[in-house]
């Protein structure tokens, strides 16, 4: 691997063939859940790899058959006792969307076994998306006590509608990839264990078409997403608030006990 990404020690690096680039979330002990640096570097390599001359396109996987499990609990832990790991992480996440959305190269996600949290995020704003049929999809936000942030506002309502939309987001109703791709929400469904080779199959194809082409057919569709940006920045505002309040206090402390949250039954507004 070339030197431009020698400086990653979170996410690990493959070429299965001239012109593709592999960016494989690590972390399998954890089912490739991110921690501070896993989830800076998530945030960071889109710009590595769109000046990259040597890559054409991006196929995006978790290790050992699961995308990501979400974020580390402990840096969960530190967002909600402390501003300024809260104001890292919270650009991040944004820089995380849109750099994969301003990214050149066309993008390729395999979504497998669990799929939750930042890598999701970074799944969901891929170009074309294949997941397993029964891989576990959530926005796991409420859950946790805050707003549906990342990726989700920006890019659900425009691919599942927004009766769908709210009802996933609102309720973190899990989706197995079946349903997923049944109702739009991903590009195609592969049978378990095929994943990979049904993504890698699209990179292939991708990267022996028209380079020029398809990138700037890719820039101009990404502009419906372009359009969403305030309703983008305005969620994550918002999830980033939630982070100092109580909410998200009894949602952590509940998922570390596993058991179901207590949340408060009244809103402060």
Not at 2 to 12: G, I, N, T
Not at 45 to 52: L, Q
Not at 124 to 134: K, L, Q, S, W
Request: proline share 4%.
């Amino acid at each position: 691997m070339k030197d431009r990404y020698a400086h990653y020690s979170s996410l690990k690096f493959n070429r299965p063939a001239d012109g593709i680039l592999e960016v494989i979330l690590s972390a399998p002990k954890k089912l490739n859940a991110l921690d501070a640096g896993g989830h800076r570097e998530l945030a960071e390599v889109w710009r590595d790899i769109d000046r990259d001359p040597d890559t054409n396109v991006v196929l995006l996987r978790g290790e050992n058959g699961n995308l990501s499990a979400g974020g580390d609990l402990g840096l969960v832990e530190d967002m909600t006792n402390d501003f300024a790991t809260r104001a890292r992480v919270w650009k991040e996440a944004s820089d995380l969307v849109y750099n994969v959305i301003n990214c050149s190269k066309p993008t390729v996600a395999a979504i497998e076994g669990v799929s939750v949290g930042a890598g999701l995020a970074a799944a969901m704003v891929c170009d074309i998306t294949i997941a397993g049929r029964t891989a576990r999809i959530i926005d796991g936000h409420t859950r946790l006590g805050v707003a549906a942030g990342d990726h989700a506002a920006i890019v659900w309502p425009l691919l599942i509608g927004m009766a769908k939309a709210k009802y996933y987001l609102m309720l973190c109703e899990p989706l197995a990839g079946e349903e997923a791709e049944r109702i739009g929400l991903v590009s195609q469904v592969a049978d378990d264990g095929e994943v990979h080779d049904a993504a890698l199959k699209v990179c292939r194809k991708l990267a022996a078409g028209a380079p020029t082409a398809i990138r700037w057919t890719k820039h101009s569709l990404n502009n419906w997403l372009r359009m969403a940006g305030p309703s983008f920045d305005a969620s994550l505002a918002l999830e980033f608030m939630g982070f100092s309040g109580p909410e998200v206090q009894e949602g952590l402390s509940s998922i570390r006990e596993k058991r179901k949250p207590d949340f408060p039954t009244k809103s402060p507004f």
